[in-house]
């Protein structure tokens, strides 16, 4: 153990010098021409315990060194942010301060989805407030709108010569369903359909989904099936979000020979929960060279009172075996360092 923790110690302190030199220039700047790095995050609340506390103007304070670097980042929001008034009927409510947003300045280029369960908390004017509100700090939502048309458009980025497009999806879109607002259905002919469109438009196709079940650290069978769908029809790399827990990883067979990235759930990020395996969390950095998935790499983070921090050694040495031995189900290991690897 004490081998390990020296081993631990040694790459993180080598991670942070590395993540430290990023920060003298603007990103965009520090990568050559058709390199792209996106930064993969799971659910952001910036709710309940969040909103009320002191730490909401700074949640990502402990964590930004090791987003730096990064071209683009993209997450979950797992909240309505608005001052409309949430609906009664609901048995959980999740809805932030339109003030909120600021915690999200100085963070890299920023995708956050709103295909969720909880985006629609505050009816339609609450999805159309949180929309507006992450405009208003120049943040890109996707998988939600007043029409279907809307909720499937992708966010379309040009990124060092290369086209990023981002589409999200989730599985409940019908469970919270109101007037005036429409989510991103996660069915599979949906799928098909918007990640084809946006597979015309872009270089590389990143998909989104809110899926499969909360506290569950094993994907189900149409998570899988999703994923294949959207890959099948372009995408390169997948997220998943919902349950609130890691998940693992799988590799599949891509178009024009590529491989594409399933992450099935990269668990919470800012999240108030008082649940040990609820707060172990990663930062899943994807590189890509032209359109095609360069490396990989699952850095582990912790959540203390809410907000995500590096993990310790020992801390990340956990979460790395535990991803490593999900991902081994589906013929993929993350070693010792976080870069993942394929074991067929």
């Known amino acids: 153990m004490r081998g390990r923790t020296q081993y631990f ?96 300045t100085g963070l890299p280029p920023l995708v956050l989805s709103v295909a969720n369960n909880h985006s629609l908390d505050c009816g339609a004017q609450g999805l159309t407030d949180t929309i507006a509100s992450l405009r208003s700090e120049g943040i890109h939502a996707v998988g939600g709108g007043p029409s279907l048309a809307d909720a499937q458009r992708p966010v379309i980025m040009p990124v060092n010569g290369l086209r990023i497009a981002v589409v999200a999806f989730s599985e409940f879109s019908a469970i919270r369903q109101v007037p005036g607002a429409t989510i991103s ?82 668990g919470n990020f800012v999240f108030d929960s008082r649940r040990q395996e609820m707060n172990r969390t990663a930062i899943l950095r994807v590189t890509f060279e032209r359109n095609s998935i360069k490396l990989a790499e699952f850095v582990p983070v912790v959540i203390q009172h809410g907000c995500p921090h590096p993990a310790t050694p020992d801390e990340a040495a956990r979460i790395l075996t535990l991803v490593s031995h999900f991902s081994s189900k589906f013929g993929a290991k993350v070693n010792g360092t976080g870069e993942l690897k394929s074991l067929r």
């Open 185 to 266: 259905p996660a069915t599979v002919p949906s799928v098909r359909e918007t990640v084809s469109r946006a597979a015309k438009q872009a270089d590389v196709v990143v998909a989104s989904f809110h899926w499969g079940i909360e506290g569950q650290q094993t994907p189900t069978d149409h998570q899988r099936a999703l994923a294949r769908a959207a890959v099948a029809s372009g995408a390169i790399l997948v997220i998943g979000s919902h349950p609130h827990v890691l998940q693992g990883l799988e590799w599949l067979p891509a178009r024009h020979g590529r491989r594409a990235l399933v992450a099935y759930s990269l």
């Open 9 to 104: 110690t040694r790459y993180w302190v080598s991670l942070a010098a590395a993540i430290f030199s990023t920060t003298l220039a603007p990103s965009s700047a520090a990568q050559p021409a058709h390199r792209v790095v996106i930064a993969a995050v799971g659910d952001i609340s910036l709710a309940r315990g969040i909103a009320t506390s002191k730490r909401s103007e700074n949640v990502f304070g402990g964590i930004r060194p090791l987003l730096s670097g990064a071209d683009v980042m993209f997450g979950n929001l797992e909240c309505a942010v608005s001052s409309s008034p949430t609906r009664r009927k609901l048995p959980v409510t999740l809805r932030a301060n339109p003030k909120a947003v600021a915690a999200f």
